[in-house]
């Protein structure tokens, strides 16, 4: 089951286990604008291959737009 | 799309996956640091200026007294969320009335990161002169003033022209407007 957790709990990821910040918007949205410090896995191209750029040994935060 | 993302990852092996489901909008809303091509366009959060405000139980009297020359008290709860404003003949009420008794509910407010081109556009448009800024929980940021909005994009445009003037036939995109 997923977590879903709030901006609290991100910053608080980012700053205390190195999380990686995963943006899965289409490329063109994440060019616009990203979190600072995100990398782009759209959505349609999360693959074995192109996941390879993550280290499973950290926890991944993804997010889209909104709860929408 | 992030939870079928955050679903994805787990059945690829990945085992601390977490969905920030409030997602950019969240992030950008609360004024925290973006990159991109967009990322440097102006925003209504960045000329809020701090505000007058009161509780619904507080008088008009000290509402009037805060206000000062700013002519508005916004009217917050639990948190700074914001409940109503108090302007003009509001402020004028009898000394005994409460906040809550005259504001205006539920005012217009916009976000944080709302781009000021087009924020400006739509307030000229309608005739408003200020307009109270929030974040995505409804906490209030402050009050923006259009002027001082046309002042910023005004001042850009005449940075972006000079620097390009005579140097370009067909100069980049203007500052402070998100490119298309």
Redesign the interface.
Known sequence: M??????H??RR?LDEES?QL????PHQE?????????IN?P?KE?T?DS?GV?D?S??????????L | MSPRAACRLESLGFSAVYDYAAGKTDWTGSGLPTEGTHADVPRAGHLARETATCELTERVATARKRAGRGGVCVVTGAGGIVLGILSGKALEHDGDSTAEDVMAAGPTTIRYDEFLPDLVERMQKGGVGSIVVTRPSGQLVGVMQRGDAEELLAELHRAHHEHHAGADPEPADEPGVPPT
């Open positions: 997923t977590n879903s957790i709030d901006q709990d991100v990821l999380a995963v943006e899965v918007l994440y060019e616009q604008e990203h979190i600072a410090g995100a896995l959505l999360l074995p996941v993550l499973r950290r926890p991944v935060v993804v997010y889209c737009h909104d709860f």
